[in-house]
């Protein structure tokens, strides 16, 4: 069956530190994945995604993602975190190549110390 | 820039109520989702609607709920008769055809009392 598993409930990290948060997927197919940012009160902003092609995608608010077929991850990166950084993050993972739902990892919290 | 819109943003509703939320999707997409988040719990996909009919659902989505798009503008979540468990927050998605990408709404929250 399709998951996804983000293995950190909750980090935090200081303001101007770099941020990684884990995803890993499990998926029979070629995975459609994304990274979407909830802030308190609001819907849900895509960050990025991975269709196909070069392995590093970079996205909004300077954020990055890794995909890595071998470690089935798609792990989420920035190089100095900002206050606004602070935020739920979700990894998804939709089926390749058809319109389908998407299925969605647990989220992590993140917190930014001043 | 085209947004999902969704209303309301809070409801509160009395158990065994009827509640339909509301949502605007992005006018030049053909498929439209909901979703929803109970509290402390992942998102969670209920059902996708395409060309006037149901795609796909899950199993979350039993004989409670409904969808429609009832003119060219708004596509609806109907619950026939709320529990306690329903509350939760809703997402609506839209997505053009051919892409798996989803824009989220904002939500709606509701609260069964």
């Known amino acids: 069956a399709q998951s996804v598993t983000q293995p950190d409930i909750h980090i935090t990290v200081s303001e101007g530190a770099s941020l990684e948060l884990r995803c890993n997927y499990s998926?029979?197919?070629?995975?459609?994945l994304f990274w979407y940012v909830q802030s308190p009160g609001q819907g849900l902003q895509l960050l990025l995604k991975?269709?196909?092609?070069?392995?590093l995608v970079q996205g909004i608010k300077g954020f990055e993602a890794e995909f890595k077929r071998s470690q089935s991850s798609f792990n989420l990166r920035k190089p100095s975190v900002h206050w606004s950084d602070a935020a739920e993050y979700f990894c998804?993972?939709?089926?390749?190549?058809?319109?389908?739902?998407?299925?969605f990892g647990k989220g992590t919290k993140l917190s930014v110390k001043p | 820039e085209p947004e999902v819109t969704q209303t309301p943003s809070h409801q509160v509703t009395q158990m065994g109520q009827e509640v339909i939320l509301r949502c605007v999707p992005i006018?030049?997409?053909?498929?439209f989702y909901w979703y929803r988040q109970i509290l402390g719990q992942k998102v969670e996909f209920l059902v996708s609607?395409?060309?006037?009919?149901?795609?796909?659902k899950s199993e979350i989505f039993d004989d409670q709920f409904s969808v429609e798009r009832p003119d060219g503008s708004n596509f609806t979540l109907k619950i026939r008769s709320t529990k306690l468990e329903d509350s939760a927050m809703y997402f609506c998605?839209?997505?053009?055809?051919?892409?798996?990408?989803?824009?989220f709404g904002q939500g709606t929250r509701l609260t069964v009392v």
């Open positions: 998605a839209s997505g053009r055809l051919g892409s798996t990408e989803a824009f």
């Open positions: 998926y029979g197919a070629t995975p459609y």
């Open positions: 991975y269709f196909s092609g070069d392995t």
């Open positions: 998804a993972v939709g089926a390749g190549g058809s319109q389908g739902n998407l299925i």
């Open positions: 006018s030049n997409h053909l498929y």
């Open positions: 609607f395409y060309n006037n009919e149901i795609s796909e």
